[in-house]
């Protein structure tokens, strides 16, 4: 397993502000298939984006991460209690949860004992999706200026699990009976700094800058800006979203 507390401690502040949001029909469509709205065990939280985006619709949500400088930088909100816990064990009670969540983090998990720890945790009847989005949707052009300058130089600073990401975890076994979640659609409206900023969020960006400092991503700006026109100009761009959801057995 790689280590994720060093990938994502440097750019906390970053990534708060430059990923993009979740549609805030997840979050309803969620609620809509849990018992009870009382509390949520939102894993690995990042920012909190997904926390507070629950806030609407549960009383409570404990928000778990690896990361203290991921935590320094989320979204504050009565409702949500953070903690720094590893996924796989946490100081929570059995049955405390009507639904467990992990919003673009589950490749990153020992799976063999986070499955037991969610069963031991979730109520019986209780609710466990996911969801991740990975590739920048534009068109043919942009996507060649963007694989040859920025995915072919960052291809061997990309860690093993994110393999699973790409893949939309369909190698991955969920111990839960699927629930068939509605189509979701996740873009952004960015210009071209504002893409950039998002980009730099990337592990293996920040693996590579380390590693060969950042003309390179100075370069694909320059390359990109050719395709694009006026950097300050917006765009719609596209991320290749998936969702996953499923019912803890009683």
């Known amino acids: 397993m790689s280590n994720n507390d060093d990938l994502f401690n440097d750019k906390s502040e970053d990534y708060a502000r430059a990923r993009p949001r979740y549609p805030q029909q997840i979050y309803k469509f969620l609620a809509e298939q849990c018992v009870s709205h009382e509390s949520v065990w939102d894993v690995a939280s990042g920012n909190g984006q997904a926390s507070l985006g629950l806030t609407k619709y549960f009383d409570h949500i404990d928000a778990t991460e690896i990361s203290e400088n991921q935590i320094a930088n989320a979204f504050a909100h009565p409702k949500i209690n953070y903690s720094i816990q590893a996924a796989e064990k946490t100081n929570f009670k059995s049955n405390s949860f009507d639904l467990i969540c992990v919003a673009q983090a589950l490749h990153w998990f020992d799976h063999k004992k986070f499955w037991p720890e969610v069963k031991r945790v979730l109520k019986p009847d209780g609710i466990f999706a996911t969801w991740g989005y990975s590739w920048i949707l534009l068109d043919a052009e942009f996507e060649r200026i963007f694989k040859r300058f920025i995915l072919d130089i960052i291809e061997p600073y990309w860690a093993d699990e994110i393999q699973f990401l790409w893949n939309q975890y369909q190698e991955i076994t969920f111990p839960f009976k699927k629930i068939e979640g509605p189509e979701i659609e996740l873009s952004v409206n960015w210009n071209l700094y504002e893409l950039f900023e998002y980009v730099r969020t990337w592990s293996a960006v920040s693996q590579c800058i ?19 026109g006026d950097a300050e100009e917006l765009k719609d761009i596209k991320m290749n ?9 009683v």
């Open 210 to 228: 380390k590693k060969q400092g950042s003309a390179f991503i100075e370069k694909a700006f320059e390359e990109v800006e050719k395709y694009w």
């Open 241 to 249: 979203f998936f969702l996953i959801v499923g019912r803890n057995g």
